[in-house]
T-cell receptor
Framework: GENVEQHPSTLSVQEGDSAVIKCTYS??????FPWYKQELGKRPQLIIDIRSNVGEKKDQRIAVTLNKTAKHFSLHITETQPEDSAVYFC???????????FGQGTRLTINP | DTGVSQDPRHKITKRGQNVTFRCDPISEHNRLYWYRQTLGQGPEFLTY????????KSRLLSDRFSAERPKGSFSTLEIQRTEQGDSAMYLC???????????FGNGTRLTVT
């Protein structure tokens, strides 16, 4: 089955700097890759997703890149703000499995 | 609020007791998932329904766990003879189709004493 590895587990950046979180997946059939943000005590919320027919997707300060050959994808947050502090999870799924497999999470802290 | 709702938000039970959680998905979503999340970990897949059919169940799920979605709308997750290791956040999510975004509920936090 699918296995998703995420790193780093913790990340601390200065406000205004960029943050990058990376994930690798094992199943070459995976073709859907969402990213979720989870604040303390709250539900995971989808912030951006990408499908395997594109290599990059951007939404304001957030972007995701996908390298199918290497089986890895990354989340990029630019001009970080204190409200970006949260735990971020990557995930992968494919038509066969039809379920999301999540990474272990990255705790992002934005220092003012 | 038309999001995914879960009830109860918190449940404290003694070891050996049975508990049941409910999930009401977004009304037009035919896919419903249960996940479990422990502190510092990502959500772990438990089981998945398409309409009323339970299509997959994690091998990690013991026979003490059972889930139903009798009319293809709300779902229940029952844990029998609870153990301390069952303490976790139980998350429900729904989606409209394969590879469509999953929307999560706020979860039920279970504490087994």
């Amino acid at each position: 089955g699918e296995n998703v590895e995420q790193h780093p587990s913790t990340l601390s950046v200065q406000e205004g700097d960029s943050a990058v979180i990376k994930c690798t997946y094992s199943d070459s059939a995976s073709n859907y890759f969402p990213w979720y943000k989870q604040e303390l005590g709250k539900r995971p919320q989808l912030i951006i997703d990408i499908r395997s027919n594109v290599g990059e997707k951007k939404d304001q300060r957030i972007a995701v890149t996908l390298n199918k050959t290497a089986k890895h994808f990354s989340l990029h947050i630019t001009e970080t703000q204190p409200e970006d502090s949260a735990v971020y999870f990557c995930a992968a799924s494919n038509q066969g499995a039809q379920k999301l497999v999540f990474g272990q999470g990255t705790r992002l802290t934005i220092n003012p | 609020d038309t999001g995914v709702s879960q009830d109860p938000r918190h449940k404290i039970t003694k070891r050996g007791q049975n508990v049941t959680f409910r999930c009401d998905p977004i009304s037009e979503h035919n896919r419903l998932y249960w996940y479990r999340q422990t502190l510092g970990q990502g959500p772990e897949f438990l089981t998945y329904f398409q309409n009323e059919a339970q299509l997959e169940k994690s091998r990690l799920l013991s026979d003490r766990f059972s889930a139903e979605r009798p009319k293809g709308s709300f779902s229940t997750l029952e844990i029998q003879r609870t153990e301390q290791g069952d303490s976790a956040m139980y998350l429900c999510a729904s989606g409209s189709s394969y590879n469509s975004p999953l929307h999560f509920g706020n979860g039920t936090r279970l504490t087994v004493t």
